[in-house]
């Protein structure tokens, strides 16, 4: 089993910047994606970024890609840098790992944990 937990959530004005961060405990031998999905008010839940456990391959959503940066270190956190916000980013972001890959996924049916998710609100 893995553990995911999310914190760095919040209010930020448009414009601003916010880290998001997943601490990942647990059964982490194993090689793992890493991903963030987030979902707004009456959507369905959306890929945003992903990251492979050694870090070395990336890959982002178009709305975000130029904006967002993901990277993980070596103490397992996972981290999302979103800078230049927008309030259509406003949801709740979601951490996920998939197991046993060295590609990311990008399809919520190929996670295997997920977070609580964390409230990330942009204001206009």
């Known amino acids: ?21 997943c601490a990942v405990s647990g059964r982490t031998f194993s090689p793992y994606g890493m991903g963030w999905f987030r979902q707004a008010p009456g959507k369905e839940r959306e890929f945003v970024s992903a990251v492979s456990w050694s870090g070395s391959t990336t890959r982002y959503a178009e709305s975000v890609k130029g904006r967002f940066t993901i990277s993980i270190n070596a103490k397992n956190t996972l981290y999302l840098q979103m800078n230049s ?8 972001y979601y951490c996920a790992a998939q197991r046993g890959t060295v590609i990311p996924g990008t399809e919520i049916d ?14 206009s």
């Open 1 to 21: 089993q893995v553990q995911l937990v999310e914190s760095g959530g919040g209010l930020v004005q448009a414009g601003g910047s916010l880290r998001l961060s």
């Open 85 to 92: 916000l927008k309030p259509e980013d406003t949801a709740v």
């Open 110 to 123: 190929e996670y295997d944990y997920w977070g609580q998710g964390i409230q990330v609100t942009v204001s």
